[in-house]
């Protein structure tokens, strides 16, 4: 009789069982956001679901995509272990694997190399199928020597689902003492973990993905890239401004991506807010002539 390790090692082989494995968390996640239908509900759900999305997707798209993969502004060392903590929170691994990834994106946009391509490969794999892959899984140091010099950034990355069990924990807390003080409420520990987490969590996870397969697909191009980066207003709605992701392709330093006042960033606007409480500063923009440009409407490629 085989023992339980040699049982483990045996699937391990298998090329089909090692994507099941990797799959396996995100399809718990979305099956778990079914609880919603289980634990009922309340305003007091809404609430947690409003909040804990709006904190993680500005964590995501201001601390992981701006500040750790691009270094668009600058912040303290407390202000950015707290973005890397809550946008961790948002159980897509650490900021490190992920603004190594990120990076990667831009050197190879839309080529083979590009590990999330809708155009090289599909909607779906850009989408969702690459994180679904084992090879991608492990962080690319060389592509993140700035980032890997604080080991606080290094603990998270290593222990990525701490925050995640904070954020479940205070969620179970609050909801449990809300149930326990006021009853009235009709909320409990595991409603708001349910709402709070797992389905605030499952959107936050497709409103990002729409980044990498929508945004190469369906939109304008005000540049003419070496990609198929496009502009989608929809997208930058649900995620606070990504969306303008041809302008952001065009030039990536930028700390606003919407060019213009009808282009809504609402990731910028909240830096600009953090800016004048002393959290945030030296905010990068698009220099004169990528506006220069845009209002010639000149197809020049990037430097």
Known sequence: ????????AHALKDE??????????LVFMHL???????????????????????????????????????????????????LAWVGTSSAQLGPMWWAAN?????????????????????AFWAHVGWILCRAYSSIQHDRVKDLSKYPELRFIDRFHIL???????????????LNYYFPGLGTSGPQ????????????????????????????????ETDDESRNSFWVAMLTFGEGWHNNHHRYPLSARQGMYWWEIDLTYYFLCGLEKLGLVWDLKHYPEKVYAEAKVGAKVKPH
């Not at 089909?16 to 799959?23: C, E, G, I, K, V």
């Not at 990667?104 to 809708?118: A, G, L, N, R, V």
């Not at 925050?163 to 003492?177: D, E, K, Q």
């Open 1 to 8: 009789m085989r023992t339980l390790s040699q049982i483990i």
């Open 16 to 25: 089909d069982n090692r994507l099941l494995m990797a799959s396996s968390p």
């Open 32 to 82: 778990a956001a079914l609880g919603v239908f289980f634990t009922g509900f309340s305003w007091v759900a809404v609430i947690a679901l409003l909040i804990t999305y709006v904190a993680r997707v500005f964590a995501l798209t201001a601390g992981f995509h701006r500040y750790f993969s691009h270094r668009s502004f600058k912040t303290s060392r407390f202000f950015q272990f707290v």
């Open 102 to 122: 990120h990076r990667h994106h831009h050197q190879h946009s839309d080529k083979e190399e590009d590990i999330h391509s809708p155009v090289v490969r599909s």
């Open 163 to 177: 925050p995640v069990f904070s954020l479940i924990g205070l969620l179970y807390l609050v909801g449990a003492g």
């Open 192 to 223: 708001l973990v349910m709402w709070g987490f797992f389905l605030s969590t499952v959107l936050v996870y497709h409103v990002t993905f729409c980044v990498n397969s929508v945004t190469h697909i369906i939109g304008k191009k005000r540049f």
